[in-house]
């Protein structure tokens, strides 16, 4: 009996470690989210105050506009990637390790021995 209640008190601390790094992944998801969408807005406001700036000194505004347009969709691309990465990175890091350093070890023992055979 003492033992059944040592596996389940064991079985317990494992689960709460396990909800442990969940949370912290998810918060660091969410961190890194709110940073993101801030860094992103900084620089929506930062390239629109410069057109603005540009539009009220010149008339080629269609020019300006169309490559604000362009500047702002580059930076929407590489925040979703970043994004995207950051998140696949975190979850995969979070749930492979037992797994990952067998694999690579038994993949090229067998690409040696077929080469050698």
Do not use: D, E
Request: charged share 0%; aromatic share 8%.
């Amino acid at each position: 009996m003492i033992i059944i209640n040592i596996i389940i008190i064991i079985n317990f601390i494992i689960i709460f470690f396990f909800l442990i790094i969940i949370i912290i992944i998810i918060i660091n998801i969410i961190i890194i989210n709110i940073i993101i969408f801030f860094l992103y807005f900084i620089i929506i406001i930062i390239i629109t105050t410069t057109t603005i700036i540009i539009i009220t000194t010149t008339n080629t505004t269609t020019i300006i506009i169309t490559i604000n347009f362009i500047i702002t969709n580059i930076f929407i691309i590489i925040i979703t990637t970043t994004n995207i990465i950051i998140i696949t990175t975190s979850t995969t890091s979070s749930s492979s390790p037992p797994s990952s350093p067998s694999q690579p070890s038994s993949s090229p023992s067998l690409s040696k021995s077929s080469a050698a055979s």
